[in-house]
């Protein structure tokens, strides 16, 4: 049974930094692209950035400059860091696996709050 772990959610002050951590289990880590998503009250969850295997990233026009996903394949951990945040962060942030048309799995959230 693949279980993904979400853990670094937080209370924030604007501008500041938080590092998202999702731990996976289960699963051949190696082989899936890795994702965090977010979703904030009344909205529709949105990808925050994402990464392969190989270490290709993806980001969120919103989050570019800002954010950082990194995974290390060997201890089945993809990290997300965040700087300089926004109220418009808040939101609750998933971490995801996906084998494209095969197969995905979500976390079960890491709440992160901004306040001003």
């Known amino acids: 049974q693949v279980q993904l772990v979400e853990s670094g959610g937080g209370l924030v002050q604007a501008e500041g930094s938080l590092r998202l951590s999702c731990v996976a289990s289960g699963s051949i880590f190696r082989e899936y692209i890795m994702g965090w998503y977010r979703q904030a009250p009344g909205r529709q969850r949105e990808l925050v950035a994402e990464?392969?295997?190989?270490?290709?990233?993806n980001y969120a026009d919103s989050v570019k400059g800002r954010s950082t996903i990194s995974r290390d394949n060997a201890k089945n951990t993809v990290l997300l860091q965040m700087n300089s945040l926004k109220p418009e962060d808040a939101a609750v942030y998933f971490c995801?696996?996906?084998?494209?048309?095969?197969?995905?799995?979500w976390g079960q959230g890491t709440q992160v709050t901004v306040f001003s």
């Open positions: 995801r696996d996906e084998k494209p048309g095969l197969d995905n799995h």
């Open positions: 990464v392969t295997s190989d270490g290709y990233t």
